[in-house]
């Protein structure tokens, strides 16, 4: 059975930096393209990032709405997935999902939420 | 950008009604897919690649569609369908996805 569960979420300040963390299991991790997507209360996803897979190089690819304040990164050895988000802002704040794609987000996390607020 | 625009935005349909959704696009677009996102929970992938249905989606969904213009049809309306459903493209990056229609059990 295909599972992600994220971690690392909570509060954090504006300008400030969180890490969060995605443990996936049930399948071959080097071989997927793996997503991060949020969520706003009340509103549509939103597509963040992508890293691909081994036979792709695991090069990443990015919203612009988010580039170069996240990076997207992987730990194969450990079948993790990282999303690093730096300057957060207040619309920063929303329920994170990790995500696989095999035509279509077949797979999602519980989400984890992340506040940005003084 | 390409923008997705669902209709309705809300809807409401008694069991065993028809229900359509549509999704049109600003740009033409490969394929559509579908998810189902019921209250507290994650999204559900539906259907894709515009008209397969993903593993154990019950028949009554369907989707069809091309270009601009998409559809995700549920044949007969039942309790458990009532959540908000989202269209999402995967022709260009950002792979954006529709504001959402919620479905509700009248």
């Known amino acids: 059975e295909v599972k992600l569960l994220e971690s690392g979420g909570g509060l954090v300040q504006p300008g400030g930096s969180m890490r969060l963390s995605c443990a996936a299991s049930?399948?071959?991790?080097?071989?997927?393209?793996m997503y991060w997507i949020r969520q706003p209360a009340g509103k549509a996803p939103e597509w963040l990032g992508l890293i691909r897979n081994k036979a792709n190089g695991y090069t990443t690819e990015y919203n612009l709405s988010v580039k170069g304040r996240f990076t997207i990164s992987r730990d194969n050895t450990q079948n993790m997935l990282y999303l690093q988000m730096n300057t957060l802002r207040a619309e920063d704040t929303a329920t994170y999902y990790c995500a696989r794609w095999v035509g279509g987000f077949d797979s999602w996390g519980q989400g984890v939420m992340v506040t940005v607020s003084s | 950008e390409i923008v997705l625009t669902q209709s309705p935005t809300t809807t409401a349909a008694s069991p065993g009604e028809k229900v359509t959704i549509t999704c049109l696009a600003n740009?033409?677009?490969?394929?559509m897919f579908w998810y189902q996102q019921k209250s507290g929970a994650s999204p559900k992938l539906l259907i894709y690649?515009?008209?397969s249905l993903a593993s154990g989606v019950p028949d009554r969904f369907s989707g069809s569609g091309s270009g601009t213009s998409y559809s995700l049809t549920i044949n007969t309306m039942e309790a458990e369908d009532a959540a908000t459903y989202y269209c999402?493209?995967?022709?260009?990056?950002?792979?954006?996805f529709g504001a959402g229609t919620k479905l509700e059990l009248k």
């Open positions: 049930g399948f071959t991790f080097t071989d997927f393209y």
């Open positions: 690649s515009t008209s």
């Open positions: 740009s033409s677009v490969t394929n």
């Open positions: 999402q493209q995967w022709s260009s990056n950002p792979y954006t």
